[in-house]
């Protein structure tokens, strides 16, 4: 295993303190505790990445302080995140780019969270393997409380060193994890923890859990990790026991993180095992219920009967988030839950429709224009009951929306496996 002894000196660049800056500007974020945006600070990006290497070159860099910021969950308590400041995030997402290469050969094959040319549905597809190929049908899914929250700096420090021994590299990630928080302008020290939303924090969270899966590997045991979301596979029900408990004392007692009992439990494919939005069967993965139902409950604030928007208004807002919950869910055996999706929302748009010709002379006109002859029944413009009528589909078929460019969810392809993977990956 190689170890790096000088790395501090290819930090004191500025082409790679620009191009940290350029995958910050394309993940977007907020403001940190300065107020500076990134259009703020891109509008004089040549000085501030001058001043940033000329505090790297004298050691007189200091991270400022994040801010805080909560995100409801979705079972009713808060995400805590910690928005550190644009210079931070430049500075942590350059040195981000120079440790990610040197610890991502030795992660474990079977962690997926923030790592390169890796995401949710090759995870997904590797925990249906498992199940399916494998016949590893008792799943302990584990589910840790507050990770982010309660990385042991020390252990961050150790794991680090394992392979950096750069003392300057050191004392920047320790500075990082040292520089407190701002909650509602007080500040607030970090003896523990990375904060979640810092640049670095899921590379450091990976360095610090890969502890977890080599230990579990040693043992001969199955795993998919993503991120801080557990799941071991196991042939039968007293093996996921022994599997759980051997996986909470490497959690609580080596990695002093605190595994939620509550939460964690031992699955069947039966049942259904749930992860990442879906559940995995024997035969079938599913999209979790809440998920539709949040997805659907979404659509619904977006396509307000009384908005007054014009419907291709509508759909330009709607297509972004239809594309983006099809494109992610297509990995499940979504077919009929998308077709009825699709109904659902063409019904909600011609009622929307309806609304905005406010007469049924106007629906009449459409009904003429298509090509059919009168007389027509005058029915309730701002009536759902008519937004399913055959004279409202005649006025407006499904085609019509596809010419409109709404994004169909009935032409989505459902149940596709996006990766086949080699038997080596499989360890």
């Not at 049942?271 to 990442?276: A, D, R």
């Not at 905005?356 to 009449?364: A, D």
Request: hydrophobic content about 40%; overall charge positive.
């Amino acid at each position: 295993m190689r170890v790096y002894y000088s790395l501090y000196g290819h930090l004191l660049d500025k082409q790679r303190l620009y191009n940290g800056f350029k995958k910050v500007w394309k993940a977007k974020g907020a403001a940190g505790i300065d107020r500076q945006s990134l259009s703020d600070f891109a509008s004089d990006l040549s000085n501030q990445l001058d001043q940033l290497l000329f505090e790297l070159q004298t050691k007189q860099y200091k991270p400022q302080p994040v801010k805080r910021v909560e995100i409801p969950k979705d079972d009713g308590g808060v995400r805590l995140l910690g928005i550190p400041t644009v210079r931070d995030r430049v500075v942590q997402q350059t040195l981000n780019d120079l440790l990610t290469p040197i610890f991502e050969a030795q992660f474990h094959p079977s962690s997926f969270g923030y790592r390169p040319h890796r995401g949710c549905h090759d995870a997904i597809n590797k925990a249906t393997m498992f199940i399916r190929r494998y016949g590893l049908n008792h799943v302990v899914d584990m589910d840790l409380s507050k990770c982010f929250d309660k990385l042991d700096h020390e252990l961050i420090i150790k794991s680090i060193r394992r392979r950096v021994t750069d003392s300057s590299v050191l004392a920047l990630l320790r500075q990082f994890l040292k520089s407190g928080v701002m909650v509602e302008g007080n500040w607030q020290s970090t003896e523990i923890g990375s904060p979640q939303g810092g640049v670095i924090s899921p590379l450091i969270a990976n360095i610090y859990l890969d502890a977890f899966d080599q230990a579990m590997r040693e043992r001969g045991h199955r795993i998919v990790r993503y991120a801080d979301d557990i799941l071991i596979f196991c042939r039968s029900r007293a093996g996921a026991e022994n599997a759980l408990v051997q996986a909470t004392k490497i959690l609580e007692q080596t990695l002093k993180l605190s595994v939620n009992q509550q939460k964690s439990h031992i699955a069947h494919s039966d049942e259904g095992v749930k992860f990442l939005g879906v559940e995995i069967g024997r035969t079938h993965t599913r999209i979790q219920p809440k998920k539709l139902a949040g997805f659907k409950a979404k659509l619904k604030r977006m396509t307000k009967r009384n908005s007054g928007k014009p419907l291709p208004v509508i759909i330009k807002m709607l297509n972004p988030v239809i594309r983006g919950f099809s494109q992610y869910f297509r990995i499940a055996n979504a077919n009929r839950e998308f077709k009825k999706l699709a109904a659902w929302l063409r019904r909600r748009l011609r009622s929307i429709q309806l609304r905005l010709w406010k007469k049924p002379s106007r629906l009449h006109r459409r009904l003429r224009q298509r090509g059919y002859k009168p007389p027509f029944k005058w029915i309730s413009m701002t009536s759902w009951r008519n937004a399913a009528s055959p004279l409202a589909s005649y006025a407006m078929p499904n085609q019509w929306f596809d010419e409109l460019g709404l994004v169909n969810l009935e032409h989505v392809r459902t149940g596709h496996v996006f990766s086949i993977y080699a038997e080596w990956k499989c360890a």
